[in-house]
C-alpha cells in the first residue's frame, strides 16, 4: 500500500455530503486500532465512557454486568483511584451470554453491593454491554426488580457499542439516564445548569460569571454538585444551557418532564462566533452580558500567537475539546494554514467544509479510523499540531494535546488555546 | 454470589491473550466487534500498542450487522484491508458479540482464506474466558499453521513458547531471553515477543521448547508430537526478599510462574509454599493442594491461612483483613502494572 487515504476539502465538498468516499465512513471498513483512535474505540479508556461517566451521579456506584472483557480497562480507574470503591462486577459466563440466565441474579446483586457500600450508595448505576443489546434485555424491568429490591433508584447504562450510530448512542442515552434521577421540585428564576459534560469547565470560563452577572446566581453543573441532595438540585432550574450535542436527549426529557427549557450554545473557537452566540443568548433570556473583558483577552492571545507565529501550518485532530472541523476553519480564518485534518467526516460536517473549501481547498481530510492509516506516518507540511491524535502522528511537531478533563468554552477557551500554543515556542 | 466482584476488577480476557499471542507477527490482526474490545485490548491489555504499531482492527460490528449476521459484509471489509496491506495472514478474534449470534468462525476461514489467498487463523474467544484460554487456542493455530517445515535440529537454539506481555510484565522479552541464553543456548527465539514469523516457521529447528506460561503447553505438546522436540517448563524468578524457613506462604501468578517461584523459594529453605492461581491449573503442572481461584470469597478464606503472600498488589483490595506480609511480583493480566513501574 503506497500512502493513507485523504481527500482534499475541495474534492469532498465537490462529492457533496451524500457521496462521502466509503474509506471515510466507519461502517463501510475495518477500524484501525491506534492510539490515534483509542478515544473512538474505547471512550473509557481515557477519558469518559459510559462507565465513569454514569458515575458521575455524585455517592452512586455501579454495577457493570458484562463478561469479563467488557470491565477490564476499569481497573485503570479503579484500583488506584478515587472511583476505586465504586465499581462492582457481576461477570457473565458463556452459558449467561447464551440464555440470559445471569438476570435473574442482578437484583440479589445489587443488594449485596449496596450491603456492603460503607455508606448507602445515591443510586445504583447498572451499567449493561452488548450481550444484552442482542439478548433484548427489558434492563428497565430488570432495574425495576432491583430497585425494589434495594430500596435505592437503580438506572439502566446502556454501554451498547453496538449503537455507536444510532439514533440513542451510548454516550448520549447514559446522559440521559444520569439526569433522570432529577425529580420536580419547585423552581428557581435564578438558577440555571450547564449541561453536556463530565468535568468542570475552565475555572475562568467566562460563562458562568457572565450568567451571575446578570442575576442568575445559581449555576450548577453536574461534576460540581458535591453530593446527590446538591445534584437534586439542578431540577429547580430555570432554564438548561445545553453545551454538548450529546446531552439535547436528556435536556429535552428534562423539558418534557420537569418543564425546564433548554438553550444550546456550541463550543467554537471563532471569536466572532462566541461574540454573536452570547448576544443571541443575551436576547433570548432579555439581558445584556458585558462580556468584552473576556473578548479582548481572547483576540490578544490569538494575535500575540500570529505574531509570533504567522506562518504557521496546523495538523488538526479529532481528539481534542474542539470539533476539528470547525476548529480547522477559524484556525483559517485566523490567516494560519492548515494542511491535514484528522476527523470522522458526516453530513454535519459539511457546514464547516464548504468554508474550509473556500479558504483552503488544498486541506486533506484523513479518517483516524481508516485502515490505511496504518502507513500514515504524518503531515510534510505542518508545524504544530492540536489534539492527541495529531500529535501522535506528527511527534516530532510542537503540539498542544487540547484535550485535558477540565473543558473549554467560550473566549476562555480560545485564549487558553492560543497561549498554549504560544508557550510552545 | 460467586462471580459478583466487590473488591477487584477482571483480568484479562481471552481476547487480550490471543491479540498479545500474535501482535508482532506482522498478520491482519481482526477483532470482531463493535470498537469496546478492541479498545479495551490495545488501550489497556497490550503495552507494545503504544510502542510499535500493529495492523490491528476492530470489525465495527453494529446491531443490525449482528442481528443479520452479515458475515459476508465483513468478509468484504476484511478483504479489502487485506488486500489494502500486505500482511502475510488474517486471524479473526472472537468476542461476545460473535458469541451470542454464533458466528461460525470455521467458515469465516474458509470464506477470507478464498478472497485472499492466505491463511486465515480463526480464533473462537468470546469474552468470558481468561487471557491464557485465548492465548492457548491463538498459539495452536499459529504454530498448526505456520510451522510445518522439518528442518535439521540446532542444538544450540532453544525457543521461548506462551510468552506475552501479559504472563512477563514486561513489554519487551529482553529479561526473558537473558534468561535462557544463561541456560546454555546461544541461539534462542522467541516468536510471540520480540520475534517474526520466521520464528513460528522454523520451529523444528529448536532443540528444546521453553514453556513459560500454561498457554504454551498445547502447542508444546503439538510440536513434540509434530517434530519430536522436547520441552519443558521454566520462569525466570524475579529478586524475592528472604522469606523464612517455617512461614507458610502462598504464591498467585500464572501457574508456571507461581511453580518456578516455589520451586526457587524451596530451594532456599522455605518449607511449606502452595501456589494458587486464577488461570488455568494444569493437573501434571500441580501438586496436591494447589488451588484454582474462582472468587473473592474463596481467596479471601484462603488468603488468611498463609503467612507470606507472594502476589500482584492489587489482589490485596480483596483480602483487606490479611495480617502477613505481602510480597508483591506484579502480574500485568491481573492489574496491568508493568514489571518496574509504580
Given at each position: 500500500m503506497a500512502e493513507a487515504f485523504s481527500i482534499t476539502a475541495a474534492e469532498l465538498v465537490s462529492l457533496g455530503k451524500n457521496a462521502i468516499p466509503p474509506q471515510l465512513r466507519s461502517t463501510e471498513h475495518l477500524v484501525y486500532s491506534s492510539p490515534a483512535t483509542l478515544a473512538f474505540n474505547s471512550p473509557g479508556a481515557q477519558g469518559f465512557g459510559v462507565k465513569r461517566a454514569g458515575l458521575a451521579v455524585p455517592e452512586s456506584v455501579m454495577l457493570l454486568v458484562a463478561p469479563a472483557c467488557c470491565g477490564r480497562n476499569t481497573s485503570a480507574l479503579g484500583a488506584e483511584s478515587s472511583l476505586a470503591d465504586r465499581f462492582f462486577y457481576l461477570l457473565q459466563d458463556e452459558a449467561d451470554i447464551v440464555t440470559g440466565r445471569h438476570l435473574t441474579q442482578i437484583p440479589q446483586a445489587v443488594q449485596e453491593v449496596v450491603a456492603s457500600c460503607q455508606k448507602r450508595p445515591s443510586a445504583v448505576m447498572l451499567c449493561i454491554t452488548c450481550v444484552d443489546a442482542l439478548l433484548g434485555t427489558d434492563v428497565e424491568a430488570v432495574c425495576r426488580k432491583a430497585s425494589e429490591a434495594a430500596g435505592?433508584?437503580?438506572?439502566?447504562?446502556?454501554?451498547?457499542?453496538?449503537?455507536?450510530?444510532?439514533?440513542?448512542?451510548?454516550?448520549?442515552?447514559?446522559?440521559?439516564?444520569?439526569?433522570?434521577l432529577l425529580k420536580p421540585t419547585p423552581r428557581r428564576k435564578d438558577a440555571v445548569n450547564l449541561l453536556g459534560y463530565f468535568s468542570p469547565l475552565q475555572e475562568d470560563c467566562e460563562l458562568p460569571a457572565l450568567l451571575r452577572s446578570v442575576g442568575l446566581q445559581t449555576v450548577k453543573e453536574?461534576?460540581?454538585?458535591?453530593?446527590?441532595?446538591?445534584f437534586q438540585e439542578m431540577s429547580r432550574a430555570n432554564f438548561n444551557l445545553v453545551l454538548h450535542p450529546e446531552v439535547r436527549v436528556a435536556?429535552?426529557?428534562?423539558?418534557?418532564?420537569l418543564g425546564i427549557p433548554s438553550i444550546e450554545l456550541t463550543r467554537v473557537y471563532d471569536l466572532e462566533k462566541v461574540r454573536h452566540q452570547y448576544e443571541a443568548l443575551a436576547n433570548a433570556i432579555g439581558v445584556t452580558f458585558k462580556f468584552a473583558t473576556y473578548y479582548s483577552r481572547a483576540r490578544d492571545a490569538v494575535e500575540a500567537f500570529h505574531a509570533a507565529c504567522p506562518e504557521a501550518v496546523f495538523a488538526v485532530g479529532e481528539w481534542c475539546n474542539a470539533d476539528p472541523f470547525e476548529l480547522t476553519l477559524s484556525l483559517l480564518r485566523y490567516g494560519f494554514r492548515v494542511s491535514d485534518l484528522y476527523g470522522t467526516v458526516s453530513t454535519a460536517s459539511f457546514v464547516y467544509l464548504r468554508k474550509i473549501a473556500e479558504l483552503s481547498p488544498n486541506t486533506r481530510i484523513f479518517s483516524n479510523?481508516?485502515?490505511?492509516?496504518?502507513?500514515?506516518?504524518?503531515?510534510?507540511?505542518?508545524?504544530?499540531?492540536?489534539?492527541?491524535?495529531?500529535?501522535?502522528?506528527?511527534?516530532?511537531?510542537?503540539?498542544?494535546?487540547?484535550?485535558?478533563?477540565?473543558?473549554?468554552?467560550?473566549?476562555?477557551?480560545?485564549?487558553?488555546?492560543?497561549?498554549?500554543?504560544?508557550?510552545?515556542? | 454470589m460467586k462471580k459478583l466482584l466487590k473488591y477487584l476488577s477482571p483480568f484479562a480476557p481471552d481476547q487480550s491473550g490471543a491479540v498479545a499471542t500474535l501482535f508482532e507477527l506482522g498478520g491482519l490482526i481482526v477483532i470482531c466487534d463493535a470498537g469496546g474490545c478492541t479498545g479495551n485490548v490495545c488501550g489497556f491489555d497490550e503495552p507494545r500498542w503504544f510502542l510499535k504499531r500493529s495492523a490491528v482492527f476492530s470489525a465495527a460490528l453494529r446491531d443490525m450487522d449482528a442481528i443479520l449476521g452479515r458475515d459476508q459484509k465483513l468478509v468484504e471489509k476484511v478483504v479489502d484491508a487485506a488486500q489494502s496491506l500486505d500482511t502475510p495472514f488474517t486471524a479473526l478474534i472472537g468476542t461476545p458479540v460473535p458469541a451470542v449470534i454464533a458466528t461460525d468462525f470455521r467458515a469465516l476461514k474458509r470464506m477470507v482464506e478464498k478472497r485472499t489467498s492466505r491463511l486465515c487463523l480463526p480464533i473462537s474467544t468470546n469474552g468470558t474466558a481468561y487471557y491464557d484460554e485465548g492465548a492457548s487456542v491463538a498459539l495452536s493455530e499459529l504454530y498448526s499453521a505456520f510451522a510445518t517445515e522439518s528442518l535439521p535440529v540446532d542444538p544450540t537454539t532453544a525457543a521461548i513458547l506462551g510468552a506475552t506481555p501479559l504472563d512477563i510484565s514486561a513489554p519487551s522479552p529482553e529479561k526473558l531471553l537473558n534468561a535462557a541464553h544463561a541456560l546454555g543456548f546461544p541461539h534462542v527465539f522467541c516468536a510471540t515477543m520480540g520475534g517474526s514469523l520466521e520464528d513460528v516457521r522454523r520451529a523444528a529447528s529448536s532443540s528444546l521448547n521453553l514453556v513459560v506460561s500454561p498457554a504454551g503447553i498445547a502447542t508444546a505438546r503439538l510440536l513434540q508430537q509434530r517434530f519430536g522436540t522436547p520441552w519443558r517448563t521454566w520462569f525466570p524468578v524475579p529478586d524475592l526478599p528472604e522469606i523464612a524457613q517455617h512461614a507458610s506462604v502462598l504464591v498467585i501468578?500464572?501457574?508456571?510462574?507461581?511453580?518456578?517461584?516455589?520451586e526457587s523459594l524451596e530451594?532456599?529453605?522455605?518449607?511449606?509454599?502452595?501456589?494458587?492461581?486464577?488461570?488455568?491449573?494444569?493437573?501434571?503442572?500441580?501438586?496436591?493442594?494447589?488451588?484454582?481461584?474462582?472468587?473473592?470469597?474463596?481467596?479471601?478464606d484462603l488468603a488468611n491461612r498463609f503467612d507470606v503472600m507472594i502476589a500482584?498488589?492489587?489482589?490485596?483490595?480483596?483480602?483487606?483483613?490479611?495480617?502477613?506480609?505481602?510480597?508483591?511480583?506484579?502480574h500485568f493480566a491481573i492489574s496491568g502494572r508493568l514489571e518496574g513501574t509504580p
Open positions: 435505592l433508584p437503580v438506572v439502566p447504562c446502556y454501554m451498547y457499542a453496538l449503537t455507536r450510530e444510532g439514533r440513542l448512542p451510548p454516550m448520549v442515552s447514559v446522559r440521559k439516564s444520569i439526569y433522570s453536574l461534576s460540581r454538585c458535591a453530593d446527590f441532595a446538591e435536556a429535552d426529557d428534562l423539558h418534557q418532564r479510523l481508516s485502515p490505511t492509516m496504518l502507513v500514515y506516518h504524518g503531515s510534510p507540511d505542518a508545524t504544530h499540531a492540536i489534539g492527541n491524535d495529531a500529535a501522535f502522528y506528527n511527534p516530532n511537531r510542537p503540539a498542544v494535546s487540547w484535550a485535558d478533563e477540565p473543558q473549554p468554552f467560550g473566549f476562555a477557551a480560545i485564549e487558553h488555546l492560543f497561549r498554549n500554543l504560544l508557550a510552545l515556542l | 501468578h500464572q501457574q508456571i510462574a507461581a511453580n518456578a517461584i516455589r530451594q532456599r529453605g522455605t518449607e511449606h509454599v502452595s501456589v494458587a492461581t486464577w488461570f488455568r491449573l494444569e493437573k501434571e503442572l500441580a501438586r496436591p493442594g494447589d488451588i484454582r481461584l474462582s472468587s473473592e470469597e474463596q481467596f479471601a500482584d498488589r492489587h489482589l490485596r483490595h480483596a483480602v483487606p483483613a490479611f495480617q502477613g506480609t505481602w510480597v508483591d511480583v506484579p
